[in-house]
């Protein structure tokens, strides 16, 4: 079959050659746009990252550049902030790193149980065509697996947000307690922000107890 084959089918229903080839090269803009806005938040996060956790002391803080267990540096920083009595955070480097993979590996069966599903519904239908006969249930029982898959998903990347944005919290409030909780906010409902305030940040001598910050405003007093 030819490759244009679904081009020349647009073209026979009437729209124009010009039109089409606008559409896709406003498509291909799009999507190299897109993924190079995602290099430049990548990378802006993770300089951030990096200089935060080599001030921090954080072994290994080059681990920031590598996709997936970089949210194991982010995690150790927060790691760092004591809370109001003293205490230290959990384990934020472990847990967040977990939740990840988790994510990935859930995704990555979603996305094949997915491929597979669409397949053999595609093979049932053609099937019901040709025997002309209605579709049952059963046809569809390879989507089971999919709606499985997509709820798991979904319960990992919430649990991961979750201790994403408390973590992300505990590292604002180490190098800029006065704007963390704004920093935080922004970033929940504008995420491209998160990069960009950890990009800002990463030159701040971070303090990690907050009870310097009440000590200072009360010598201030």
């Known amino acids: ?44 996060r993770a300089v951030g990252v990096w200089k935060m956790a080599k001030t921090a002391e954080i072994s290994s803080p080059w681990v920031a550049f590598i996709p997936v267990v970089n949210s194991f540096t982010l995690g150790k920083i927060a790691e760092k902030y004591r809370k109001r009595d003293g205490t ?3 384990k ?37 065509v040709e025997a002309d006969i209605d579709m049952t249930i059963d046809m569809f029982s390879s989507l ?16 991961y947000m979750i201790v994403y944005y ?5 590292v604002f409030s180490s190098f800029d307690y006065k704007n963390a ?18 990009f800002i940040l990463r030159n701040r001598q971070p303090v990690f107890d907050p009870r310097e910050h009440f000590n200072f405003f009360n010598q201030s007093l």
């Open 88 to 90: 230290k955070s959990a």
């Open 181 to 198: 909780t704004l920093f935080t906010v922004l970033s929940v409902f504008f995420s491209f922000l998160g990069p960009i305030f950890l």
């Open 144 to 159: 089971i697996p999919v709606i499985i898959l997509y709820v798991l998903i979904m319960a990992a990347a919430f649990a």
């Open 1 to 44: 079959m030819d490759g244009n084959w679904f081009i020349n089918e647009l073209i026979d229903s009437g729209i124009s050659e010009s039109a089409i080839t606008g559409f896709i090269a406003i498509m291909i803009f799009v999507l190299v746009f897109a993924c190079a806005a995602a290099l430049v938040f990548y990378l802006l």
């Open 166 to 170: 408390v973590a992300l919290w505990r």
């Open 92 to 128: 934020f480097g472990v847990a967040l790193l977990a939740l990840n993979i988790i994510t990935l590996v859930i995704g990555i069966l979603l996305t094949v149980f997915t491929v597979n599903s669409v397949i053999e519904i595609l093979k049932n239908a053609e099937y019901a």
